[in-house]
Every structure is written in C-alpha cells, then in structure tokens.
C-alpha cells in the first residue's frame, strides 16, 4: 500500500512545463493540493512517475484536458451545505432578483457544475429564472462540456435528492433531470441562459456588472496571492451592492477587505460589496 | 523539540480526546491538529463540545490560517485538513478517502510531510482503517507513532489496523497518552 509520491523537485519541474508550453500557470495553487492531485492523476493514468506524466500530456491532449479536468475539482454533491442554500431561498434571492432585470450571476470555476445546476434550480423554484442570465468560467473544457450535455453520476443520486430535501419541502429533485440504468442528465434547459468561459488560470476575460458571484470551495485550491487576486478581480466583477458567497470555511483576507465588504452571513459566508 | 501533535479518531474516541484536551494547560508549547469523523450535515457543535473541559483553545480553522503552539485544531465537518509545508491549514473538497471526509490519512500524511521528525501521531479508537497509513507515514519520516490500547477503545478496528502497519513506538492508554503529553517541553 506504498503510494506513488513525487518529489519536491518533480513537482516544480512540472509546474515549470505547464507554464512555459500550455500557460497554465499552478505556481500559486496550494503545495499540498498540486502535489497530491498530481500523484493521484499519475497513480489512476498507470503513469509511473514525472517524466511519464510530462510525456504522457506532451504527447496527448486528451490527457492534457483530463488533467485540467482533475484539477478542477468535482463538487461531490448538488446543494453542499443546505444551510447556505435554505438562506438564499428564503432571505437572500427573494429580495435582491424580483424587479431586477438581466440579474447577472458569476461561477469562477464552475468545475463538475453541481452548484450551476443547484442555483438553477433553486431559482426555478422560485420562479426567478426569467430574470437571470449566468457565466460559468472553467479552466477545464471537458467540463464545460458536461455540463452543458446534463451529464451526472448515478452514484450521486442519494446524496443529491438528500440535501435537496432539507432545502425544499416540496417536489422531487427528480423532477429536474432523468436517469437511466449507468447514467443520469439534468435538465439541460435549466442552464440554457448560460454563458460559459473557458480560460487559463490567470483570468483574460471576465464578465462584468455581476451582481452575485457563487465561488464556494475553489480558493482553497489557492495560495494566498492567488487569493487575493481572484478576491481583487471579482470585486472588480460585482456591481456596488452585489453579493459574493465563499465557502464556510474560506475568508476574505486581505488589506482592504474591511472597506470593501459587509458581512452578510458570517456562518454562511456571503458577502455584499459596499455602495461606494 | 516537537513541534506538533496529530491525533487521529472515530468511534469512541470523543471522550478519550475530551480527557486528553482537559489535562493540557494552557500554555502547552505545541499546536494540536485533530482529525475525527464526524457527521457532515451538524456543523455546530462538536467544537463546542470539544472546548467546554478543554485546557487549550479549539478552534475549526479557516483554509490558510496560520498553525500555532497551544491550539487545537479541529477539521471541520465535510473537508480534509491538509498541513502545508510552511505551516498554514488547507482546506479541501475533494473526494472523501476511507469513505471519510475529513480523512485522518490525509492529514497524518501532510503533517508528517510539513513536520518530519518533529511530529507526535497519535491513533485513537474507531470503527473503520483510516489513520493507518497516514501513521506509517508519520514513522516513515521519522516522527513519533502511538496508539490507544486496543484493549481500552471502545472499538479498536483503528488502533488494530495502525498496528498491523507500523511498528509504533508506544501503545498507551488514555492516561500514558495525558503524562507523555504533560512531559512535553
């Protein structure tokens, strides 16, 4: 049970080539995370060690593309933590979409797509769906791909209609996608007001007037410059007013982050961008 | 000399770490990182429960906090704690490992990888095999391996798997635990 581990040399000699031949720069991804992620993506691909690896996505791809998709962590579940999801049905939603028009909503790193399709529906739900339009940025396009096709695990199933139950007292999660005996696919006209982005790790283009950002879990992935500056370029995204919402165990940490946010749920980590 | 302690746990180990949090004082010259599964829907509570007798401060970090002497911290519900080389708590979502989300694996592996030789691992009792390996690694890179007498846990199918795979240095009970702990500089 002795586990492939690679080096600390190995390690930066494959962040090296990511930046220099793809530009894809995880020199500020968290140590631990990369390292570990890239040990499990040689261990599942019967790699070896780092010189395979490094050819194995020179030579291929496809391998490159389901290395990004690795990377891009997939959401274990649709509705993580009901308690975020049960405020914005009954607080947050209902007071800031009814009259808006063209309610933009921002997911960062989109990954495996659960939180998308649970806003989605949520706002079905509340029958706000008309008013809203979504972008969906991913570093992985084998993911944007999924996405958009509805594909989801079977296995998730349980855990999925679970969580959707603490939110909702009525209807069935089933009523948004079907399954079949190996394979399950949501709704897709869902997300039909979605706009999706495929970018590097370093953000060229970004949509702007956001008025919620949902950016759950996927900093944690980050060092701490990295932080920041995803922190920076999404207060630049949000109109004044407009909410971010972090993982329960995430924190706007930098110098001004005082002057620049109101805390709205600490428990669940929203945020609202401050008028001026 | 040390310069940190991983306790690991699962089935029957509340009140043993609730003993050993207790006998701490306050100016205990280590960090205490904890990994004990826990239910992942109740998000409140266990740190709570965990600080009442507690001599020590617990707290559930935030990704990136900064690890400090004489504070326990406890991996929050439905994340793996990593330790990262240079001492700060990461946070992370990926796929539960030994059907556990936190894993004790993952940070008895990362801790042992940030502390080396200065890192004290402890396996409590529980129900299932995590904590196995992430103590091999502890000893594997030189740091101290203990675990709770089989005879006393309540379940001992952790502390039973931790021994198959490594040759620990200690096999303690709860009160061997408190007095190698008390005698820490």
Not at chain 1, 73 to 94: G, H, Y
Not at chain 2, 58 to 79: F, M, R, T
Request: glycine content about 4%; overall charge positive.
């Amino acid at each position: 049970m002795n586990k492939f581990e690679l080096g600390i040399v190995d390690t930066r000699t494959i962040i090296k080539i990511l930046q220099d031949v793809y530009d894809y720069d995880f020199k500020n991804y968290a140590l631990t995370f990369f390292k570990r992620r890239v040990e499990n993506f040689i261990r599942i691909n019967n790699l070896k060690n780092a010189e395979f690896f490094i050819q194995g996505i020179e030579q291929d791809p496809e391998t490159f593309e389901s290395f990004l998709k690795f990377m891009a962590v997939d959401i274990t579940e649709m509705f993580r933590d009901p308690s975020v999801w049960r405020l914005l049905k009954e607080e947050l939603l209902v007071n800031i979409i009814p009259g808006a028009t063209n309610f933009k909503i921002w997911f960062p790193e989109v990954s495996s797509g659960e939180e998308l399709y649970s806003m989605a529906i949520l706002l079905n739900k509340l029958k706000l769906a008309q008013n809203v339009q979504f972008y969906a940025s991913s570093i992985s396009k084998l993911n944007i791909e999924k996405i958009k096709a509805g594909f989801f695990d079977p296995r998730k199933v349980e855990v999925n209609n679970a969580n959707y139950k603490r939110i909702f007292s009525e209807g069935e999660l089933s009523d948004f996608y079907t399954q079949e005996i190996e394979k399950a696919f949501w709704d897709t006209s869902l997300i039909e007001n979605t706009k999706f982005i495929k970018q590097n790790i370093i953000f060229d283009d970004y949509p702007k007037g956001i008025k919620l950002i949902i950016f759950r879990n996927q900093m944690i992935f980050y060092n701490q410059i990295l932080q920041e500056r995803f922190l920076k370029i999404m207060h630049n995204c949000l109109v004044p007013g407009g909410h971010l919402i972090i993982g329960n165990n995430e924190k706007i940490d930098y110098w001004n982050s005082d002057k620049d946010y109101i805390t709205v749920s600490k428990s669940e980590s929203v945020y609202k961008k401050k008028l001026s | 000399m040390y310069k940190a302690v991983v306790i690991g746990g699962s089935a029957g180990s509340f009140q043993v770490i609730s003993k050993i949090l207790m006998s701490l004082p306050k100016n205990f010259p280590i960090p205490v990182l904890l990994c004990l599964h826990r239910l992942k829907h109740v998000r409140s509570g266990f740190v709570e429960a965990l600080s009442i007798k507690s001599g020590i401060p617990i707290i559930e970090p935030y990704d990136k906090d900064n690890i400090k002497p004489g504070i326990g911290y406890l991996a929050p519900s439905n994340y793996h704690m990593y330790i990262e080389l240079n001492k700060r708590i990461a946070l992370s979502t990926e796929e539960p490992v030994n059907h556990s989300r936190p894993s004790i694996d993952l940070t008895f592996e990362t801790a042992a990888q940030a502390y080396r030789d200065k890192l004290i691992g402890i396996i409590l009792s529980g129900a299932n095999r995590d904590g196995a390996y992430g103590l091999k690694k502890v000893k594997q890179l030189g740091g101290v391996a203990m675990v709770q007498d089989p005879n006393e846990c309540q379940v001992k199918t952790m502390t039973e798997a931790s021994l198959k795979l490594t040759a620990v240095d200690h096999i303690f009970t709860t009160q061997q635990i408190i007095k190698f702990l008390s005698n820490l500089k």
